[in-house]
């Protein structure tokens, strides 16, 4: 078994290194059009450029799986801006996909909750719509739409989750079919199970980035090892292993909410399952000290018996 481990978004170890500034479009409407337009190519050069150091930086640690900031380009998906993101930063955004792939970086996307498919309001689907081609166009931007994902959640409930469901599935189909083939779905700590979000999955041959934190807040009866075999089966079309998000509860008052760190005791069910099935993952860690939380699991996880660390943030069982 092989596992790999990522971060999200913001190496906390780098010095100001955001790739998520950002300008509101009351900021933009106070500079005037010349100097807002002139300032939102000035942000998005910013977060290029720090999103290009933190590359540098992952590789430099040896960490293969990142996801990328949903914040990169200010206004994207504004209806009174939607402004050309792609052009002004073509070499940008080509030397960015020229790192991931010769480096074979594994990167996705996490659009915001308010990106869903069950929807009664026809404008909330199609704002969707409008954000997941933002996303994708990103990736295209940068040659690595066929190799990335971009993850969310099945959506509300609406007091109604098998109205809710049927919507998914009726709404999911003004998605592009090309921008389909590149979404994740993840169960969630509240709404739906992973039993429910794997049913979701299944059929629309969309795979499963299986929430370990999540599904132990809002569990199911259905054992760890056929929900992993079966999100393991989910993968198979894309040819890449299973990603796996991993944090652990602040408190157990606090269940829900991401601790600084990951602690070793919470996850050990599912690492020992996994190595009972030989199965090869990849961890997206979601604790709020991103960077330094991953690397600081793969030498905590590392030094368990027979654990081997083969890179600065990779470990084979």
Not at 21 to 35: A, H, I, P
Not at 285 to 300: F, G, H, N, P, S
Request: include cysteine.
């Amino acid at each position: 078994m092989k596992i790999r481990f990522g971060y999200v978004s913001t190496a906390l170890n780098l010095w100001e290194a955001s790739p998520s500034r950002t300008l509101t479009f009351k900021r933009y409407g106070q500079l005037g059009k010349e100097e807002g337009d002139r300032r939102l190519l000035e942000v998005t050069r910013e977060n290029l450029r720090n999103t290009l150091r933190i590359f540098h930086y992952n590789i430099a640690h040896e960490i293969e799986v990142y996801r990328l900031s949903s914040s990169l380009v200010p206004l994207a998906t504004h209806p009174e801006i939607m402004w050309d993101f792609v052009t002004p930063f073509k070499e940008e955004w080509k030397q960015l996909g020229t790192m991931i792939k010769e480096h074979a970086l594994r990167v996705s996307f996490h659009p915001s909750q308010y990106t869903l498919f069950t929807s009664t309001r026809e404008e909330l689907t199609a704002n969707s719509v409008k954000d997941m081609v933002y996303h994708y166009q990103m990736l295209e931007a940068m040659g690595v739409q066929n190799d990335s994902n971009i993850n969310i959640h099945v959506g509300g409930a609406y007091g109604d989750k098998i109205a809710s469901v049927k919507r998914f599935h009726e709404n999911i189909v003004s998605l592009p079919h090309h921008i389909k083939e590149a979404m994740t779905l993840e169960n969630d700590d509240k709404t739906y199970t992973t039993e429910e979000t794997l049913a979701v999955c299944e059929k629309e041959d969309i795979p499963l980035a299986f929430d370990y934190h999540h599904h132990m807040a809002n569990p199911t009866d259905m054992p760890i090892e056929e929900i992993l075999r079966r999100v393991s089966k989910t993968w198979e079309r894309t040819g890449r292993v299973p990603k796996i998000h991993i944090s652990s509860p602040k408190n157990e008052k606090d269940y829900r909410h991401h601790a600084d760190y990951v602690d070793l005791d919470f996850i050990m069910p599912l690492l020992k399952t996994l190595k009972d099935m030989d199965l090869d993952v990849d961890f997206m860690i979601e604790a709020k000290t991103k960077d330094k939380a991953a690397l600081q699991l793969v030498e905590d996880v590392s030094k368990i018996r027979g654990i081997k660390r083969i890179s600065g943030a990779s470990i084979k069982w």
